[in-house]
């Protein structure tokens, strides 16, 4: 077999190790569970490295095997700490709804510009800090839904939950993420005055 | 009738699949009288795009910056990766 050029474990850490990093912290919220599974990563790119064909770039085929590596680790998250019956039941204190199901103080309005919100470097590390008060099953689905894109069949069998369940933790999980950012980003923003 | 409380539970299911026509026709209908539950919807929406911006940034970026590898990791990746 023809080695491709670029492969040089040698130069792995280097080059991608900042990046598999980075890719890991987004979806682990954990810097030493995120460094762990760069260096598997890298370690079963080493054992295995038949299986670079060399019709991808060198970084997708190491993003590949660590995809792989935080599934799993999802896995057993969702096997060491099962969901139970509590948290499906009941949304977050203070309950947004009164017990007619109205809103006791419904969402702000909020200002500045939204729609550029993603190129605020500071933004990003407030939707981390608010991802990371949920309960890890809840912000493992929230992740894979909408950082994966996963569809929900995918996530049911990764966290062992059936679709309905699911659904009230997405929900959940939206609900309490959205209630956080009005808190520390939006209303602090509206405060700054910009 | 559907309250608040049970329409911001279906706006996130219709975030996760289609809904069966009544209970799509039973939220669009709140969603005209309901300020508070339109917000919201809109809110869910920008949220989802947001965050799959700052996923496309943050994977995208190949370049040093931001968050790395702690000198520590650095080293012990290394050291592992040399002993195979």
């Known amino acids: 077999m023809e080695i491709p050029a670029s492969y040089d474990p040698s130069e792995w850490v280097d080059r991608y190790g900042g990046y598999l990093f980075r890719y890991a912290m987004l979806r682990l919220r954990d810097r030493s569970a ?66 007619s199901g109205h809103w ?41 839904r909408e950082i994966e894109g996963e569809d929900t069949k995918t996530i049911c069998k990764v966290l062992n939950v059936s679709e309905t369940n699911l659904w009230v933790i997405l929900h959940r999980a939206r609900m309490q993420l959205r209630q956080c950012l009005e808190t520390h980003w939006f209303n602090r923003s509206m405060e700054r005055g910009s | 009738m559907l309250s608040c409380k049970d329409v911001t539970r279906l706006i996130s299911e219709s975030m996760d699949r289609s809904l069966p026509l009544r209970k799509r026709i039973g939220v669009q209908v709140h969603l005209l009288i309901c300020k508070f539950c339109s917000r919201y919807e809109r809110q869910l929406i920008l949220i989802r795009e947001t965050v799959r911006r700052l996923a496309g940034t943050v994977d995208a970026s190949r370049e040093p910056s931001g968050e790395t590898l702690s000198e520590d990791a650095r080293e012990r990746i290394e050291k592992s990766l040399q002993q195979r």
Request: hydrophobic share 35%; with cysteine; aromatic share 10%.
């Open chain 1, 104 to 144: 006791v103080s419904g969402p702000a309005e909020w200002g500045g510009n939204p729609a550029d919100l993603y190129r605020e470097k500071k933004f990003l590390d407030q939707f981390m800090q608010c991802l990371s008060e949920l309960s890890p099953n809840h912000a493992n689905a929230f992740t894979l």
């Open chain 1, 34 to 99: 995120s460094e762990d599974l760069v260096q598997e990563t890298f370690l079963a790119a080493l054992k295995d490295r038949g299986s670079f064909s060399g019709g991808s770039s060198e970084a997708t085929w190491l993003v590949g095997i660590l995809k792989h590596k935080i599934a799993d680790y999802y896995r057993h998250q969702a096997r060491e700490a099962p969901l139970e019956d509590g948290d499906l039941r009941e949304l977050s204190n203070p309950l947004p709804f009164d017990r």
